[in-house]
Antibody, heavy 123, light 112 residues
Framework: QVQLVQSGAEVKKPGASVKVSCKASGYTFTGYHIHWVRQAPGQGLEWMGWINPKSGGTKYVKPSQGRVTMTRDTSISTAYMELSRLRSDDTAVYYC????????????????WGQGTLLTVSS | QSVLTQPPSVSGAPGQRVTISCTGSSSNIGAAYDVHWYQQVPGTAPKLLIYGNNNRPSGVPDRFSGSRSGASASLAVTGLQPEDEADYYCQSYDSSLSGRGVFGGGTKLTVL
């Protein structure tokens, strides 16, 4: 069965960096894009961007460009999302999700989600 | 504020029918981009409910249905059950800002 298992909760200080992992199993890792979505406390879902595990190609939402980096290690079927220069408003649950669909990757839907990783940014 | 607009809350009694709207613009739903819907029970990850406007993944009850018309989309839930109480989000593509995925702000469904 398809599973996405994320790394554990993190507490970071403003200005620091964090790297969240998302280990895939139960399907061919390079066959599907991985997207990252975050959810601030009590708020809605915010799309952050995607990585193509096969090519390593990425696209990030404009406000996060320059602070977010998505990578992957195909040998261990794991995707990563690194966020730098952390601010208090980066406090959120971060989800990875397997994407499917047609057209451009930003049009895809998400059929499997990780369990989420809570990032708390506080001094 | 979200690019896609949803009502903050809807409610209905068990067995009733409710609809949740998702209103966009000419750069997203109005441009005929697909709409997808997710259900999220608080404290858990979202779950895919409807994809491609009106398609249900296997395992999703046929009480859930989706539609799209013009710059809006709707999720209908018939025969409300207590376990339907959750947050619901629509998702689409927006061609502004070099193209991006966008979500609605979410709607809290309460089963009375």
């Amino acid at each position: 069965q398809v599973q996405l298992v994320q790394s554990g909760a993190e507490v970071k200080k403003p200005g620091a960096s964090v790297k969240v992992s998302c280990k895939a199993s139960g399907y061919t890792f390079t066959g599907y894009h991985i997207h990252w979505v975050r959810q601030a406390p009590g708020q809605g879902l915010e799309w952050m961007g995607w990585i193509n595990p096969k090519s390593g190609g990425t696209k990030y939402v404009k406000p996060s460009q320059g602070r977010v980096t998505m990578t992957r290690d195909t040998s261990i079927s794991t995707a990563y999302m690194e966020l730098s220069r952390l601010r208090s408003d980066d406090t959120a649950v971060y989800y990875c999700a397997r994407a499917r669909g047609s057209g451009s990757p930003e049009e895809y839907y998400f059929d499997y989600w990780g369990q989420g990783t809570l990032l708390t940014v506080s001094s | 504020q979200s690019v896609l607009t949803q009502p903050p809350s809807v409610s209905g009694a068990p067995g009733q029918r409710v609809t949740i709207s998702c209103t966009g613009s000419s750069s997203n739903i109005g441009a005929a981009y697909d709409v997808h819907w997710y259900q999220q029970v608080p404290g858990t990850a979202p779950k895919l409910l409807i994809y491609g406007n009106n398609n249900r993944p296997s395992g999703v009850p046929d009480r859930f249905s989706g539609s799209r018309s013009g710059a809006s989309a709707s999720l209908a839930v018939t025969g409300l059950q207590p376990e339907d109480e959750a947050d619901y989000y629509c998702q689409s593509y927006d061609s502004s800002l070099s193209g991006r995925g966008v979500f609605g702000g979410g709607t809290k469904l309460t089963v009375l």
